[in-house]
């Protein structure tokens, strides 16, 4: 699931936490039969790689001078979680499901969080997200430039940990 650091502040303050839009991302077999080869967990890094880029999308939105989620640190965010009912949306992307419900927090697996070194290219890239859609090779470069970094990972339990550093 695509998030931002606020995001992640709500799943530890309530315990659980709702993809915008029901939106997240998983290996389908869809986006298994887009890949002429790979392994399950090469597959599943294109899934958190679109999860990524979602993220950056949510970045994109929040970080109005207004926004709440404005004071957080502009990284991208993905929750990597054990979650039954999703339904598959291949009119979207290969990769996109949409989560039912509230994904509790004891289903989260793992974290994956930029590190400090990322906020630069992810302010970049999250300011054009869009223009990169719409094939603006400069915008590309940037979202590169942001790819070219890899999340660090993160156990469940260590969330806590995570934002009280931030």
Request: glycine residues 4%; aromatic residues 4%.
């Amino acid at each position: 699931m695509p998030a931002t650091i606020g995001m992640l502040r709500h799943l530890l303050d309530a315990g659980e936490l709702s993809p915008v839009g029901g939106t997240a991302f998983a290996l389908t077999p869809t986006l298994r039969e887009s890949y002429t080869s790979g392994s399950t967990e090469e597959l599943e890094y294109a899934a958190l790689t679109d999860a990524a880029r979602a993220s950056l999308r949510l970045l994109s939105v929040d970080h109005e001078p207004d926004a709440a989620d404005a004071k957080e640190p502009p990284r991208r965010a993905v929750l990597s979680a054990d979650v039954d009912d999703v339904t598959l949306r291949p009119d979207l992307d290969d990769a996109v499901v949409r989560v039912a419900g509230p994904v509790p927090l004891a289903a989260v697996a793992a974290i994956h969080v930029d590190t400090p070194e990322a906020e630069a290219a992810v302010l970049a890239a999250a300011a054009v997200i869009d223009d990169a859609d719409l094939g603006d090779e400069d915008a590309e470069l940037a979202l590169g430039d942001v790819e070219d970094h890899e999340l660090a990972w993160y156990a469940a339990q260590e969330l806590p940990f995570l934002l009280e550093l931030m």
